[in-house]
């Protein structure tokens, strides 16, 4: 089996589980127009379709990851890790800008370079969840100024 297909299979097995757990997902009432599933099942949706893309598509042979491919993957792994940790206690807009230094170093970026992305990215983002689509985000450490 090709890489692409291996991925492909694990892309439809990952959307099939998003899948079981957010459609079970529901709000003790409704204080939002979007609820709580409609995200995971967008996900689960568009993970499902590259999946079976690359399933149907296939590729080439099995090659053996490169030199220092690893140890990207393992940093990429604890930023991820620390993201998820640090969400609530410090909020949206920090974590995520926070989370795009080490993110954008592993890319090749400089620090400042990453810090600049994360920033406009979280405060992108930030402002079509909370104001476009009223979803509330962790203010964490930025509570009451934001």
């Given at each position: 089996m090709s890489n692409d297909r291996t991925l492909g299979v694990a892309a439809l097995i990952l959307a099939a589980i998003m899948l079981a757990f957010g459609y079970g997902l529901e709000a003790p009432f409704a204080y939002e127009p979007v609820g709580p599933k409609t995200f995971p099942l967008i996900a689960a949706a568009i993970i499902a379709l590259c999946g079976a893309i690359l399933v149907?598509?296939?590729?080439?042979?099995?090659?053996?990851?490169?030199?220092?491919?690893?140890?990207?993957?393992?940093?990429?792994?604890?930023?991820?890790?620390?993201?998820?940790?640090?969400?609530?206690?410090?909020?949206?807009?920090?974590?995520?800008?926070?989370?795009?230094?080490?993110?954008?170093?592993?890319?090749?970026?400089?620090?400042?370079?990453?810090?600049?992305?994360?920033?406009?990215?979280?405060m992108g983002s930030y402002l079509l969840f909370e104001r476009a689509l009223a979803v509330v985000l962790p203010a964490g450490v930025l509570a009451g100024i934001i």
């Open positions: 149907i598509r296939g590729g080439g042979a099995v090659v053996p990851a490169g030199p220092g491919v690893n140890r990207a993957l393992l940093s990429l792994a604890a930023s991820l890790l620390a993201y998820a940790l640090l969400f609530q206690p410090l909020g949206f807009l920090v974590s995520t800008t926070l989370v795009m230094v080490p993110i954008a170093a592993i890319f090749g970026a400089r620090w400042w370079q990453g810090l600049l992305a994360g920033g406009s990215i979280a």
